[in-house]
């Protein structure tokens, strides 16, 4: 589908557009100032799209979809401003993270209000036949995604991490948030159940290999692009499916030590991510994670099947494409 950039590209302007229309400066600017910070800092706007065309692929017009699309990124942004905190993550896009730029406070205080902000845009819909199965999606995806974070929290005390427990991770903190997406744009658009389900399955795929693409990047995407220092999962002790295979496979002594040496010390310096690099190379642990994230990739798109045929449809499949061949 030659025209996916084009259409890509309309949408995500009118993604921005409704983003910077979201509110005036408008007092107390202590909050409001480091909010639209955090939202108009950028991002691919994965989310939204996903919402708008999910909605268009069950009933033509996807911006009908616009207040749940926005709404779901203001809450994809409202765990970036409280992850960074939990990580002490200095960078975020290339920028200053909200804690980093104001202070502890002011981010958890904006992050709070960005929640509050994102049930606002959703009431729009409280005349709509399936409200409250809006609301009730938006809960859940909230709740879940929270609870991935938790999930990713024990982690770091934790000496033995199997890559069960870290999908199972991954489902709630990163699959979650995008079945979401497809899901409000879904209700929005009136879809049966079969096609509710389709949606979901499709995201869910979508979502984790979202996730394992991230971890990949995260040591083998150019800095300059990536947005934030190469490695930073290594820094931070986080155990990602590159480092879980890595301590299954290793043999050479050296190799078992250094993995050895993350987890005792919940991470590892910079001067250690070219060796990790390398550990990962050696054992084929670059290779085997793209090819869990290509498999995951096809599952997505054998989860369409109950969706019609169309523009909108070819659009998820391209989307998939798309993140397919991302570099950051």
Request: hydrophobic letters at 40%; aromatic letters at 10%.
């Amino acid at each position: 589908m030659k025209d996916f950039d084009k259409i890509f590209t309309q949408i995500t302007e009118e993604t921005e557009k409704s983003i910077n229309e979201l509110f005036l400066p408008i007092p107390p600017l202590s909050i409001y100032e480091p909010f639209h910070y955090a939202i108009t800092a950028g991002g691919k706007r994965i989310r939204p799209f996903l919402t708008l065309i999910a909605a268009g692929a069950i009933s033509g017009k996807p911006y009908l979809a616009m207040d749940a699309a926005i709404a779901i990124e203001v809450l994809h942004n409202f765990t970036l401003v409280h992850d960074d905190i939990m990580d002490e993550s200095p960078f975020r896009r290339g920028k200053p993270t909200v804690y980093k730029k104001w202070n502890e406070p002011v981010a958890i205080l904006t992050g709070d209000v960005m929640v509050g902000w994102a049930y606002k845009l959703l009431n729009n819909y409280s005349s709509h036949p399936r409200y409250a199965e809006i609301i009730k999606s938006f809960t859940d995806g909230l709740i879940e995604v929270c609870e991935g974070q938790a999930y990713d929290m024990d982690f770091n005390t934790m000496q033995d991490v199997s890559e069960e427990d870290y999908i199972n991770m991954i489902d709630k903190k990163t699959a979650k948030i995008l079945q979401t997406c497809s899901i409000l744009g879904g209700l929005v658009g009136d879809c049966s159940n079969d096609e509710l389900k389709a949606l979901s399955d499709y995201a869910y795929n979508l979502g984790i290999a979202f996730q394992l693409q991230d971890d990949l990047l995260d040591i083998s995407a150019e800095q300059e692009k990536l947005g934030k220092k190469i490695g930073q999962d290594i820094l931070e002790g986080k155990k990602t499916f590159l480092i879980i295979n890595a301590k299954l496979k290793a043999t050479e002594p050296e190799d078992v030590k250094l993995i050895e040496e993350f987890y005792q010390n919940h991470g590892l310096s910079e001067d250690y991510i070219p060796s990790m690099r390398h550990v990962f190379r050696k054992y084929g642990i670059l290779e085997q994670t793209a090819q869990k994230a290509e498999d995951y990739l096809q599952l997505a798109i054998k989860s369409l099947s109950g969706i019609k045929e169309g523009l909108y449809k070819d659009l998820l499949i391209r989307l998939i494409e798309k993140m397919n061949k991302r570099n950051y």
